[in-house]
Structure formats: structure tokens, C-alpha cells
């Protein structure tokens, strides 16, 4: 007998046998009773780990730099904490410390059950000795070198998508603007290149990548004006990051430079203000808000027990293209 043969018996989630357990007082009285009377029926007792001192919060780590537009995250994670009446801390992503026996430690301090993560704090392997010390995922990415839990995008549908788009249009000299860091980039960047090859474009070799790791948003525009001069010919983008396309819009438009008649862009992500912007921006659409949810059910479920550590979670979202006004069709003399 376990948590999913109690809730089957009593009609009712494993949620709320883990309440009856956890906080009897937030479960309606006929319903708790119910529940007792089964537990008790079949000698039922939860396993060590699912007692009330467990913490009880679910924590989001993200940086100073990413807080201004993670809305969607933190509203997606706080729409399903605060049904479980769970709260939700949100914390320094530098604050982790780097000793792996000191994370434990550290999570228990801070009273966290749970943590999403969108960015590996150090080391993929640091992150995989944090996985251990406290139920985690990470969301929009996946480790190469380990397995931890994981919900992210289908990013080579995007990246394929992206190009495809481009070529029906006529362009075929594209450029990728990326920090080409992390799995979710190189895959990206592997279905751009499968597009290219399916579209008779030209693969997308080292020198028509720019890469724009670690960058602040000026010495990106600068790279990508570095990569314009060398290869005038350029008629479109592909921004992977729709963060940081309205800065790079103000610095055309200071530069003369228009869109989508001069270059066209395509983004990646359509965080919110990406419809807003003039013109509005043609980008790869993910599901954030969904993901987000998904990975604080999970850790929910991991910390009522209703779900076990040795339970995989790898989980890959569609993403849709969404076609708006930075992108226009060449004319017939503007195409090689």
C-alpha cells in the first residue's frame, strides 16, 4: 500500500493524502477523516522523509541581470505553489555556494524543498552534486555530461524553423546571433543548419556564427556591426535571444539601419514585449509559463512523495513560429 493506492481508495489526489498527512488542517474535515480511516485500515504509515519538518518552500535562482524578465517563469511556478499553499523564495543565483558539501547544508537553512533553475550555477557537475543534495530541475536547458531533471523546448524544431521561414522568403545569406554556450544552443544551431541544407542554403560554418558569450548588450551590437562590414551582402538574422533584440532595434535605428527593409530578424522565445516592439518581432514561440508549472509540480510531487528521485523527468515542449512584421519577402532582384 503507498500514497497512490490511498488516494485511489479514498477518491481523491495524491495531493490531498499528502495534505492529510503534511497539513490536516488545510483538507476539508469529511474528506481527512476518510482518509484516516483507509491509512489506519490498511496499517498505512508514510515513509521517513514525508513528516511535517520537510520544507515546505519551493525556491527560483536567477540573477540580477535575467530578474527583469523572468515574469512568466515566476508566474508560472507561484500559480501552481500557491494552490498547494506553498510559498516561493526567489534567490541570488551567485548565492549557491560551490562546495558540494556545503549545499545540503545550505538548502536546509534556507527551509527550500525544491529548486528551478533556468542557468547552471558553476559546473554541470556542480549541478549534478546539487540535484542530490536537494530535489531540482532545470527548466528551457539540459545537462550533456549527467543526468538531472529537466523540462526544456524542442530548440532544434526552433532553430529549423527559424531558418526555413527566412529561405521561403528569399534570404540566403543569415547570420546566427547566439551565445553558443550550452546544449539548447547547439541545438538550435543543429536544426538551423539541417534547414539550411534542406533549403539549399549555405551551412552556417564559424564564420557566419556570431557569438556573443558573456557580452554586454553594447559589444554585442558592436560584434554583429563587426560581422555586417565584413559581409555587406547579409539580408537577415537570426537573434536567439529575444531579450536582447529591442536593444539591438534602438542601435539600427540610431545607425539608419531598418527593419525589416534593410535586414530582417527573427528572434527566439516571444517574451513578453516581443509583439510590442516596432515593428513587431517574427520569433520561435516556447511554452514558458506551461513549463514553468510543469517544473513545480514535479518538485511538489517529489517533496510530498509522490514521486521518486529515481523517476526520470525529461520533458521537451513544441515551440511555434510566430510570423509578425520583422521579416519580408526579397524582391526577385535583391536574391542571388
Known amino acids: 500500500m503507498n500514497i497512490y493506492d490511498i488516494a485511489k481508495e479514498a477518491g481523491v489526489s495524491i495531493a490531498t493524502v499528502s495534505r492529510v498527512m503534511n ?9 481527512r477523516d476518510r482518509v484516516l480511516q483507509i491509512m489506519d485500515r490498511h496499517d498505512f504509515s508514510p515513509k521517513l522523509g514525508a513528516s511535517v519538518q520537510r520544507p515546505k518552500e519551493l525556491a527560483f535562482f536567477t540573477s540580477t541581470r535575467s530578474l527583469p524578465v523572468e515574469s512568466s517563469i515566476i508566474s508560472g511556478i507561484g ?14 543565483l551567485e548565492d549557491v555556494p560551490k562546495k558540494k558539501e556545503e549545499l545540503q547544508a545550505y538548502f536546509a537553512e534556507k527551509g527550500i ?26 527548466v528551457f536547458n539540459r ?5 538531472v531533471p529537466s523540462i526544456r523546448a524542442d530548440h532544434r524544431k526552433g532553430g529549423y524553423a527559424a531558418i526555413q521561414h527566412l529561405a521561403a522568403m528569399g534570404h540566403a545569406h543569415i547570420a546566427i546571433v547566439d551565445e553558443f554556450t550550452s546544449p539548447d544552443h547547439y541545438e538550435r544551431l543543429a536544426g538551423a543548419r539541417e534547414a ?32 555586417l562590414s565584413r559581409y555587406p551582402s547579409t539580408t537577415a538574422l537570426f537573434v536567439a535571444n529575444d531579450h536582447f533584440v529591442p536593444t539591438l532595434y ?21 517574451v513578453p514585449g516581443s509583439a510590442d516592439l516596432f515593428p513587431p518581432l517574427t520569433t520561435i514561440r516556447q511554452p ?35 510570423v509578425r512584421a520583422s521579416t519580408r519577402m526579397l524582391e526577385k532582384e535583391e536574391r542571388d
Open 143 to 147: 545537462l550533456q555530461s549527467a543526468k
Open 79 to 92: 500559480e501552481v505553489a500557491f494552490a498547494e499553499r506553498m510559498s516561493v523564495k526567489l534567490c541570488a
Open 288 to 322: 514558458v509559463k506551461q513549463m514553468s508549472m510543469a517544473a513545480a509540480r514535479y518538485l511538489i510531487d517529489r517533496m510530498q512523495g509522490a514521486v521518486q528521485a529515481t523517476e526520470p523527468l525529461d520533458e521537451v515542449y513544441d515551440v511555434q513560429l510566430v
Open 23 to 31: 497539513k490536516p488542517e488545510a483538507v476539508n474535515v469529511k474528506t
Open 250 to 270: 534602438r542601435h539600427f535605428r540610431i545607425k539608419g539601419v531598418r527593419i525589416p527593409e534593410a535586414l530582417s530578424i527573427v528572434g527566439a522565445d516571444d
Open 113 to 138: 524543498g525544491g529548486a528551478i533553475f533556468t542557468t547552471v550555477p558553476y559546473t554541470e557537475e556542480h549541478f549534478a552534486e546539487l540535484a542530490s543534495a536537494v530535489p531540482a530541475v532545470l
Open 196 to 227: 539550411a541544407a534542406d533549403c539549399g542554403l549555405r551551412d552556417f560554418g564559424e564564420e557566419h556564427l556570431i557569438r556573443v558569450r558573456d557580452l554586454e548588450d553594447a559589444d554585442r551590437c558592436a560584434q554583429i556591426d563587426h560581422y
